[in-house]
């Protein structure tokens, strides 16, 4: 299943937060973070439980959703599966890509790896 044009122009559209979900001890993990997105692919950096968890259990959730005082305009949900990448170039361009898009420097967060989220399944409401 691929990922509708409406949902690729709403995930690249700003800089939001989005909330990955993972899985752990049968429980759901949820935490913010900043991530890039392109083609059917989603990139985070993280580190802590949410890489711990990924490592047991690849399968994730991930929400992003653009809202004024509370009030949401939009909403997208992705479920897939996520791949660790160990390769430290690739972390490097990938941490680069995301920083950028959130008005960061060029400075590494030192301690996190990269993951890859192979998208699934997505879908998005319009609020009026």
Not at 10 to 31: N, Q
Not at 95 to 116: H, M, P, Q, S
């Amino acid at each position: 299943m691929g990922v509708s044009d409406e949902i690729e122009r709403l995930l690249t559209s700003e800089p939001l937060l989005a909330h990955l979900a993972t899985c752990r001890d049968g429980r759901p993990h949820v935490a913010p973070l900043w991530y890039t997105y392109d083609d059917g692919v989603v990139e985070v950096v993280t580190t802590g439980r949410k890489l711990a968890n990924l490592r047991e259990n690849p399968y994730v959730s991930l929400s992003v959703e653009q809202s004024t005082a509370g009030d949401p305009a939009w909403t997208v949900t992705l479920r897939g599966r996520a791949t660790v990448v160990e390769d430290e170039a690739q972390f490097r361009e990938a941490n680069r890509r995301i920083n950028r898009k959130y008005g960061a420097g060029d400075e590494a967060w030192e301690g996190n790896t990269l993951v890859r989220i192979e998208v699934g399944s997505a879908s998005h409401r319009v609020y009026d």
